[in-house]
């Protein structure tokens, strides 16, 4: 029948094929409008607009380090994101409290620690830790510890926001060890 010998695509495969064209073409490939004549020329990344805090997640580097080239540990840094339930990314804090707090100890098991030091920073205050990424918005401190009392061999480090209504969030502790 062919004179080549190259077969012929069937019916069944080029029909298909424009289904799916059509199928990819209706869909708009993922793309979402918020109706017609709606923010046009606008594109968001994500909903950042001020949202309450409804949870915070705390990440601490895994060792203490030396910050003024005197001998010892005596800092530390640390990233928190701050969560909204119905946004998938973290969101800004722009009012309220985020405070970080360190223990010496291990604060996952003992709830009666004491803090050691705690660093306090208003919604006024965290603008200039700000970063965005990927991943949505955090905030990164590099913090300096008092050292006018030796180190134990762990300290927890753990963070508290405090909305404007006086409603205290808490981030699970982390506790890192301390080499000699």
């Known amino acids: 029948m062919f004179s080549d010998g190259r077969c012929k695509p069937s019916v069944s495969i080029c029909s298909g094929l424009v289904v799916c064209l059509v199928w990819i073409g209706i869909t708009g490939v993922g793309c979402r409008t918020?109706?017609?004549d709606v923010n046009l020329g606008r594109i968001r990344a994500?909903?950042?607009e001020k949202k309450s805090v409804d949870s915070i997640r705390l990440f601490t580097s895994s060792a203490l380090f030396n910050?003024?080239?005197e001998p010892g540990s005596d800092g530390f840094s640390?990233?928190?994101?701050?969560v909204h339930n119905s946004i998938a990314k973290p969101i800004q804090i722009t009012e309220g409290t985020l405070e970080i707090i360190i223990y010496d100890g291990d604060a996952?098991?003992?709830r009666s620690l004491k803090p050691r030091q705690v660093w306090s920073f208003s919604g006024?205050?965290?603008p200039r830790y700000l970063r965005q990424t990927?991943?949505?918005f955090?905030?990164?401190f590099t913090l300096k510890i008092d050292n006018s009392k030796p180190l134990p061999g762990k300290v927890s480090i753990g963070a508290k926001y405090t909305s404007p209504e006086g409603v205290s969030i808490f981030a699970k502790t982390v506790s890192i060890a301390i080499e000699p």
């Not at 640390?78 to 701050?82: G, K, Q, T, Y």
């Open 67 to 69: 910050l003024d080239g």
């Open 134 to 136: 990927s991943v949505g």
């Open 78 to 82: 640390a990233r928190v994101f701050a």
């Open 138 to 140: 955090s905030y990164d």
């Open 124 to 126: 006024t205050d965290l």
């Open 46 to 48: 994500f909903n950042s």
């Open 108 to 110: 996952n098991r003992d």
């Open 34 to 36: 918020d109706g017609f």
